[in-house]
């Protein structure tokens, strides 16, 4: 195949941080047409390479192509310019605009004036043409997430893109979104589009794309031509380096009850509202909580957290009523946490990590008395997490925030394991880690729960609810939606259960 | 009492109204213009007063005001773009920043004026702008004389507010520095240079600042004394708040302050009512005060406010 067939071809391409080489003599060629599959982990340099394709970093070497002309990319500006377009997994939009106006930023106007009526022609022709449809003058922020994706690819293709880029596209979505997003990528390159599909998940993989490259440790180790003829196993193998199995579920005894919430309701202006939930997690079992995201799962990880405090209902811990609860007080009856966002709520990122380690036990007679730290005992804590659970740190000095995403989530996990506690709350405990150190969380809540704890997972990746919860609940629109036992629960259930649906 | 309101309600008190509205509506709508960029421009109050200084002088010596006005101008962007390299360039501290701004620019204005003049004991005054008639609309009853008969730069002003909505909201670049106001990651992933927007926004707030200052010197007073802002700044600060960073808006916020400043000055001069004048002098303060703990709860800033852009963080 020459270059001038291609719609893109990168060759050669390195690209070091420092002494860290992120890319390594990267090929990658892309024919219009093709769904490209870009598999590897955390690490492996698909989000450098793609940056580099965006012209948000510039590569050391290499040299790139598309339509057989060598180009130069030195700007997102550029990249637009050259006809590729790039969905983030953070979405580059703004919340309080339009639909309208986020198309029509950065494009030029129309005499001076912002070319509305052009605007709203080409929303219109992209909806019928590939089925992306949007109202034109919805506020963003008023939009689903995957509708706001949708306008992301919208936005690409408003520049006229060849090459659409999507990282880790089905991160935020229902199963059902994603079915949608497929379909959509499979118009768009049947209409002749180039598409690269960045993600770590392989059933996806196997799903939507034609061919797969699979990148490890910066440098490509594979290439796949026609991925339904291999199996997931083989993939996991190809990007892990090694063979991956799913971690074993033992069955385990289901004990007393430990946590009970009966009709529990919150009233917090701007926050979604949890309307009569009741749940009991027992010990010894995972509990599943499925839902698309601002459906009630964090105020419902915050009220038995303790930091929300319900407006009606009774939370009982061992059997005993809680009343007047705070977070220290749901510490003190051994219900650990682990909080969504562990750089912002879980860990202090401008502080030492021996800091980090003892946040929440800093009253504990082994790390202070009579209000002074132990510095001493603190450090040597920290050293004992850092070598038991394998936390890639220098040391206990080290500031918390250079840790790398798997890392901090070790650090956190060892926290709260660190002082054997009886319920665990788990919000999103593994978004954005690698397999490799999801892996070892996975691993980490099911010995929990075989020493009998209870594990409360909030999660918005169903394949990790399934591999772990003995049972699922959905939260949709701040109520209990439903409830299945994992042996009556499927995929499609769950995730239409997730949308509203009515349990079958 | 219906000789106080009398009194006070008449046409020379609109016309009033009009013209000590005018300053405000200039530096509310530029610092409006900066805030919308991400830039909350905290040097307004000496940018004003150095433009106000260096116009005045500008104006003394070349004989001309709109020289002085060009000269008001173009120091409010100088200091302006200390402003965005501090902010912008280097990601510093807004609030730091704008205070070290302010306290920069008061300090040269007081400078400058000394190396100049010296220490007269009557200050040096200017020939001030006189107001121009706009043929047949001044001829109106009511409306003419309150609107119609202005200084050129009241007009100026007041063609401001729908240009700068236009610009702001009709406009590719009104979007951009929207946008870069929001989310400058979403901006400069659709190709818009944040810095350059963000300079552009600070810019056209300095040369309102400095054009207001003008105003001051040049309209209102025809000398320029070192208490001539005295707050004034401040105050535009609130208004854009009070204006929900909307030019229609924050100029109704404009006029709602001068009218009480206008309602205070008469009160004084009337002597129906016998209260100190610092009590009428505090008026437009305390309510700028009422109104602003009114309005701001629901205030929504430009999300990306006080927010320094790299563009590898998030």
Known sequence: MSDSDLLLSMRGVCKSFGVVQANQQVDLLLKAG???GLLGENGAGKT??????FGTYQADQGSISIQGQPVEIHSSADALELGVGMVHQHFHLV?????????????PGKGGRLDQTGA??????????????LNPDAIVSELTIGEQQR???????????????LDEPTAVLTPKESEGLFSALRALADGGMGIIFITHKLYEVREVTNRVVVMRGGAVTAVVEDPRAVTEGSLAQMMCGHELTPPEKTTSQLRDPLLKLSGISTRIPNRPFLKDVDMVVHGGEILGIAGVSGNGQRELADVIAGILPPSEGKIEVKGNTITQSSPRKMQKLKIGRIPEDRMTTGLVTTLPLFSSMVLPWINHPN??????????????FTEAMISRFGIRAIGPEVRTGTLSGGNLQKALLARELAFDPEVLLASQPTRGLDVAAADFVHRKFLELREAGAAIILISEDLEELFTLSDRIMVMYEGCVHGEQNIADASVEKIGLMMAGAEAA | MDEILSQIFHIGFFAALIRIATPFILATIGELFAERSGVLNLGIEGIMLFGAMSGFTMAYF??????GVLAAMLTGMLMAILMGFLTVSLGLSQHVSGIGVTLLST????????????????PPNIKAFTPVGIPVLMDIPWVGPVLFQQAALTYLALLLVPLSAFLLFQTPWGLNLRTVGENPHAADSAGVNVSAMRYQGLMISGALMGAAGAFLVMVQFNAFTFGVISGRGWVCIALVVFGQWGPWKSAAGALLFALIDALQLRLQASSAINLPYQVFLMMPFVLTIVTMTLVSRNARAPSALLKPFRKEER
Do not use: C
Not at chain 1, 151 to 165: D, S, V
Not at chain 2, 62 to 67: G, I
């Open chain 2, 107 to 122: 300090g040269f204005a007081f400078f400058f004026y000394r190396l100049i003049f010296g220490q007269p004991s009557t």
């Open chain 1, 120 to 133: 709203r022609d080409r929303l219109e022709e992209i909806g019928k043409h590939y089925g992306l449809k």
């Open chain 1, 34 to 36: 093709d769904i490209l």
């Open chain 1, 367 to 380: 790390f202070s008395r009579l209000g002074i730290l132990r510095l001493k005992a603190i450090r040597e």
């Open chain 1, 48 to 53: 450098t390479l793609m940056n580099i394709l």
């Open chain 2, 62 to 67: 070349s004989n001309s005001l709109w020289l």
């Open chain 1, 151 to 165: 306008l992301e690819i919208i936005k690409a293709l408003f520049r006229k893109a060849k090459i659409l880029i």
């Open chain 1, 95 to 107: 919340p309080r605009h339009t639909v309208l106006e986020n198309l029509m930023l950065g494009r």
